[in-house]
């Protein structure tokens, strides 16, 4: 059975950094794309980014310059969110998620809190 961890999660102040990692245990084959979403009380989960299988990334216009996103090049199950410039509204509970052909599968979720 595949499941996705999250780690890197915590308390940091506004300005901060912090690194998020997923990494899937199990066996799975042909992951397409993997990415990040929050989700901040209240409001609905958003996609913060996203990374496909030959490196192409995409991200949500409000984390834009902040956040890079990348997989691990040794452990190919592994993705990370580098967030940095942490701001108050970046606090949310982050969500890893795999696309692969069949399945779609999430993580448990990490909180991440930016106090001022």
């Known amino acids: 059975q595949v499941q996705l961890v999250e780690s890197g999660g915590g308390l940091v102040q506004a300005g901060g950094s912090l690194r998020l990692s997923c990494a899937a245990s199990g066996s799975i084959r042909s992951i397409n794309v993997m990415g990040w979403y929050r989700q901040a009380p209240g409001k609905q989960r958003e996609l913060v980014a996203t990374i496909t299988s030959g490196g192409s990334t995409n991200y949500a216009d409000s984390v834009k310059g902040r956040v890079t996103i990348s997989r691990d090049n040794v452990f190919k199950n592994t993705v990370y969110l580098q967030m940095n410039s942490l701001k108050l509204e970046d606090t949310a509970v982050y969500y890893c998620?795999?696309?692969?052909?069949?399945?779609?599968?999430w993580g448990q979720g990490t909180q991440v809190t930016v106090s001022s």
């Open positions: 998620k795999f696309w692969t052909g069949p399945y779609d599968y």
